[in-house]
């Protein structure tokens, strides 16, 4: 079927189920999925009932997608997403975010777990990214071009909003909250990388990496939506001190790194 066709037939589905006019879209990442808790809930709907959206396969994505209320704004949330190494094509991990920008949504906001290449940055600290590097070795806009979704040739210039970012640094230095900010770098994965990688890593400029977010980043940018990340930092990879990682750990981390990603999301949702 057509994407467009695809994207309307979604939203339509969406709408019918009571998914009106959301402002917000959140993207939950990695061990992230507590922020739900704080939705007044009025529809949530698994991502297999939902026409033409992927599934999530890896096994702490819950895969729900939950609309209702949050800060007084009408929210629509991702609890689990979707990564190339799954398997899906970018086209199939993006496909939220045009459904996102078709049902009104205004701001989105995604968050990530990701490694610190960058030592002055702490395990269990949350990064603003300012930019990102796409070493994923594919893009969502790779194919025909649908006008009607964005321009052929997207501006990258400032893929992340400059009054959503300038809002959770205030909000950061105002709420005791730490808050790195940096450059993002997407490998595919699902393999960790190893010390010499993360020597390759760093030396281009990024100072975390994960293997999420950018692609979703491309396609709110293709289609007009501002959007922000925080990434929660869950390890250190220092390449000459580097000890094998626990994905227990990981998740554990970002776990308790969310309470502080939870407060900015929510004083930032309030001031939209």
């Known amino acids: 079927m057509d994407m467009l066709k695809q ?19 959140i993207i ?12 007044e809930i009025e529809q949530e709907l698994d991502y297999e ?28 949330a991702m609890e689990g997403r979707f990564h190339y190494y799954e398997g899906y094509t970018m086209q199939e991990i993006t496909f939220p975010v045009r459904v996102m920008k078709a049902l009104g949504v205004k701001y989105l906001l995604i968050s990530n777990a990701c490694g610190a290449l960058n030592l002055d940055f702490k395990k269990g600290g949350l990064m603003l990214l300012d930019d990102h590097i796409n070493l994923l070795g594919d893009g ?19 893929p992340y909003s400059a009054f959503l970012n300038e809002k959770m640094e205030r909000i950061s230095i105002e709420n005791g909250i730490t808050l790195y900010k940096g450059v993002y770098v997407a490998v595919a994965g699902p393999n960790l990388e ?12 990024a100072d975390v990496v994960g293997m999420s977010t950018v692609p979703e980043v491309i396609v709110a940018n293709h289609t007009g939506l501002s959007c922000a990340a925080i990434s929660v930092i869950t390890d250190e990879c220092d390449p000459d001190n580097l000890n094998p990682v626990d994905i ?11 309470e502080s990603l939870i407060k900015l999301f929510k004083i930032l949702i309030q001031g939209l």
């Open 140 to 158: 969502p806009l790779i194919g025909p071009n649908h006008n009607g979704l964005g321009p052929r040739f997207p501006d990258m210039s400032q």
């Open 248 to 258: 227990d750990d990981i998740i554990q981390t970002a776990s308790v790194a969310e």
């Open 7 to 25: 994207i309307n037939e979604t939203t339509e589905f969406l709408k019918q189920k009571g998914m009106q006019n959301p402002e917000i879209a």
């Open 49 to 76: 009932h939902i026409p033409n959206f992927p599934v999530s396969t890896v096994d702490f994505h819950k895969g729900k997608l939950i609309y209702g209320e949050m800060s007084g704004k009408k929210i629509l």
């Open 28 to 39: 939950l990442g990695t061990g992230l999925g507590k922020l739900v808790n704080h939705i």
């Open 194 to 205: 190893t010390r010499a990688e993360y020597r390759f890593l760093k030396g281009i400029g």
